[in-house]
């Protein structure tokens, strides 16, 4: 199981680190078996620690270069960073990047054997269309993507279920995971409005490798308890 928190623009270079200082701890007591990684803000990144990795939300395709208001390659390798989150609902649409464009950071960031969340969704419109025109909305932002590439992981984040307190049903958690399975054989994490009493349904779900949290992520005891909900820590 992966916990993943995308703590978006929240969080500044000092509450990150405490944060970052209290959930490491937690986790070496608890020795669980689950992968965590947290995406902080660009001005809050830093080394991984012992029991979290540390990811970028995002990331230019070049080293270095022109690119006004960027981090790249240099910038990352400076925290020797090598995990990146690619394809973000709210970087398609807010920020309007297209999917060429996600292709080429994929391209660029894979080639450097980084470890990608990539992250697909559908908005409401499709979803009330029906599972075939999901499923078709979701291999078309897979244009691109090399599938098969090693440490890719695919994170579905339902639009409409971000930040919304609506989690999709498990049902469809399911359907849309199944679907998704057929040619991807990485980790693939649920994102959207997971919370502390969701999880344990959520994670139940087959196909569900982990979950990519937003605002339940944004306090150590709110991200923690996920975990604890699946594997209450040894005492
Ligand atoms: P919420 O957990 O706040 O719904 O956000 C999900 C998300 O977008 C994580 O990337």
């Known amino acids: 199981m992966i916990f993943a928190a995308n703590f978006k623009m ?10 970052l ?18 995406f902080p803000p660009a001005t809050a990144l830093q080394p991984s620690r012992e029991w979290i990795t540390v990811g970028a939300q995002n990331a230019y395709p070049e080293e270095r270069g022109a690119f006004t208001g960027e981090i790249g390659l240099d910038q990352l390798k400076e925290f020797g960073l ?7 609902s709210e970087r398609r649409n807010i920020l309007g990047e297209e999917q060429e464009f996600l292709a080429k950071k994929f391209a660029f ?16 419109e499709v979803r009330e269309a029906g599972d075939e025109a999901v499923a078709e909305y979701l291999w078309e932002q897979f244009d691109g993507i090399d599938l098969d590439y090693e440490r890719l992981v695919v994170a579905y984040e339902p639009i409409w279920a971000i930040g919304t307190g609506r989690a999709a049903k498990v049902e469809e958690i399911a359907a849309t995971h199944a679907e998704l399975r057929r040619r991807i054989a990485r980790p693939i994490l649920y994102g959207g409005s997971v919370k502390p009493t969701n999880i344990k349904e959520i994670a ?3 196909d569900v490798d982990g979950v990519l949290v937003g605002g339940a992520s944004l306090e150590v005891e709110s991200f923690f308890s996920l975990m604890v909900a699946i594997a209450p820590p040894q005492v």
């Open 109 to 124: 960031y894979a080639g450097h054997g980084f470890q990608i969340v990539y992250c697909v969704g559908e908005p409401l």
């Open 204 to 206: 139940s779900v087959k």
């Open 21 to 38: 200082d209290q959930l490491d701890k937690l986790l070496a007591e608890a020795e669980y078996p689950f992968k965590t990684i947290v």
């Open 82 to 88: 090598d995990t990146v989150l690619i394809g973000h």
């Open 10 to 19: 929240h969080h500044t270079r000092a509450s990150t680190t405490e944060y």
